[in-house]
């Protein structure tokens, strides 16, 4: 088997393993939302297919395409050109509706690895007003160092979505971007951290929004907030 075709196989297993993680946060419902990586040193990227459930989601379900969105249906089965080639594309599949978007993100942000896309129901219902959360929670300058901030209002189908993403998060330190009317994008070096974004960005906007019924929720300096980020991505953990 080829580096290639290992590589491809261990991916989707991740991405297949991930979609859990959305329902086991209740960031998800039904066949809604998506989590796709990079195939690192390739310009290929592996997505949940569309209008599956999550209970049903395998391995060999998950999409390869490539970063544009144009679903691959074989790679070379070795390392010469005598290895043939594997096909594995279950032609009654689609990628994601959402696969435009995690391609365009990919194409313009090659420090990103994975993308997510949720509709969880805090972090959607500050899209839905327009409004970006404010960081005052020192969780959000470890995380997000700032404010998550709000994308453009786009229809899903072509590049749009992807373009807005891109956009915002270029000018924000910010791996979660909130698309009006939407719901909550998040991206990180891998899969992984792009879910983990997911789930921190549902739990600051549930969190704010509980402060903001209490009253005005204090604000942190940007100073302050600039500390907490660089120790945090810096110095933190492992």
Known sequence: ??????????????????????????????????????????????????????????????????????????????????????????????????????????????????????????????AARGEPIPCVLTMMGDEFGGTIPVGPFALIGDDSIGQGIVDTLVQSTSPAVLMQNHGPFTVGKDARSAVKAAVMCEEVAKTVHVSRQLGEPLPIDPAQIDSLYARYQNVYGR
Do not use: F
Not at 70 to 97: F, H, I, Q, Y
Not at 101 to 122: D, F, I, L, N, Q
């Open 1 to 126: 088997m080829s580096a290639l075709l290992e590589t491809i196989a261990r991916i989707r297993q991740e991405v297949c393993t991930l979609h859990s993680e959305l329902t086991r946060y209740g960031l998800v419902v039904w066949t809604a939302g998506n989590v796709s990586a990079r195939i690192p040193g390739y310009e290929l990227m592996v997505i949940k297919p569309s209008g599956v459930s999550y209970d049903e989601l395998t391995p060999e379900l998950m999409v390869v395409t490539d970063l544009h969105g144009t679903p691959v249906s074989s790679v070379p089965a070795g390392d010469g050109a005598a290895g043939g080639t594997v096909e594995w594309r279950n032609p009654a599949l689609s990628p994601s509706s959402d696969t435009a978007a995690h391609a365009y993100v990919y194409r313009h942000m090659p420090e990103v690895g994975g993308v997510v896309h949720t509709h969880s129901t805090y972090a959607t219902a500050w």
